[in-house]
């Protein structure tokens, strides 16, 4: 419908109500907050009757049907984009949502319906992730309708724009802001506080502090069971279980390393002292085998002290023997060592 067919049908109406009684025009006047007492009722009749208002009356009749018609155009037409915008926003085309409920705050013509298309505006801005738009708009909203119940949700949204920067702490600090100002047991609310648990315990998950987060996310298990964060929040607290095993394991796994060399470390030393040993009963054997060994004083070197005082009737050849069986029974411990040595560094 054109604006000239609401305004002539406006008129029309007014022209119907010119011709009723004097008393129902008093009552259009008294409508619109004129204080009129009773003597210049009558002579309003009177006037009336005499037909001297009849023209400014229908002027302002129809003065006041252009108004009315104009702001129907604009809230239909603000009615269209609001819809336009949700559709697209449903649909994901959260830029084209963004412009749509842009213009239809910009034709809004009260606060609520004014507040009502920016909180939308911020809603499509983080969909896309425009954080830097929708902080700024975050801003004009708690400037100008700081009242409006669009207002109230503002610290959830700039909680979950820091979050997403990476700004943990002053993401959690918004998220307690937010629950500590909400009040109600309606399921809208209670999903959104749940909501702002969840995404605490995200927060410190994100900074490893898992003790803390688990906290959060039994509370949102425990205390709103139907809030559609449970299932993620059951799954942040089985991930956080296994985390706890996967470090004691590493912790574990990590002593039994260090032990693993300390282990070989001796081994090693074991095998030096074997191979030591071995090698000066074989340089012993080789002296007395080529008889350069008889002017060797024997009792001053420590390798054959566990044989004690040698006594005289004690034959070169006698020795010869002994440190031969010495030597055969230090490579035979010599290679069980390097076995156990190989077997265990094989575990």
């Not at 104009?70 to 697209?88: D, H, I, K, M, P």
Request: charged share 25%.
């Amino acid at each position: 419908m054109t604006f000239c067919r609401l305004i002539g049908r406006k008129a029309k109406i007014y022209r119907f109500k010119a011709k009723c009684k004097t008393f129902r025009i008093l009552a259009f006047i008294t409508e619109n907050k004129y204080n009129i007492s009773m003597k210049t009722k009558q002579k309003a009749i009177i006037f009336i009757n005499e037909g001297v208002f009849k023209p400014l009356i229908f002027g302002v009749m129809l003065f006041i049907a252009g108004i009315s018609a104009a702001q129907e155009t604009s809230q239909a037409v603000y009615l269209r984009r609001f819809q336009n915008g949700t559709y697209l926003y449903n649909s994901s085309r959260w830029n084209e949502s963004a412009a749509e409920f842009r213009r239809a705050q910009e034709i809004s013509n009260n606060i609520s319906d004014w507040s009502q298309a920016l909180y939308w505006v911020i809603l499509s801005e983080l969909a896309f992730s425009d954080y830097g738009s929708a902080i700024r708009d975050m801003d004009e909203l708690e400037r100008t309708a700081p009242v409006s119940t669009f207002t109230r949700d503002m610290a959830y949204h700039r909680g979950r724009v820091y979050y997403n920067q990476g700004y943990f702490d002053d993401a959690l600090l918004y998220f307690r802001r937010y629950i500590d100002s909400v009040q109600g047991t309606n399921p809208e609310i209670s999903d959104r506080i749940a909501a702002a648990y969840f995404w605490m315990g995200e927060c410190l998950f994100s900074m490893m502090q898992y003790d803390d987060a688990l906290r959060f996310y039994t509370w949102v298990v425990d205390k709103y069971p139907e809030s559609p964060k449970k299932e993620i929040s059951s799954y942040r607290i089985d991930l956080i279980r296994q985390k706890k095993i996967e470090a004691e394991l590493l912790a574990l796994l990590q002593w039994s390393h260090e032990e693993s060399l300390r282990t070989s470390e001796d081994y090693q030393r074991k095998i030096r002292s074997y191979e030591q040993a071995l090698n000066s009963y074989q340089r012993r054997i080789a002296e007395l085998s080529l008889g350069t060994g008889q002017n060797v004083d024997i009792q001053q070197t420590d390798d054959f002290s566990m044989y004690g005082q040698i006594s005289s009737d004690d034959t070169w050849q006698s020795l010869y023997n002994r440190l031969l069986e010495r030597a055969k029974q230090l490579n035979k411990e010599l290679d069980i060592l390097i076995n156990e040595y190989i077997k265990g560094g094989s575990m």
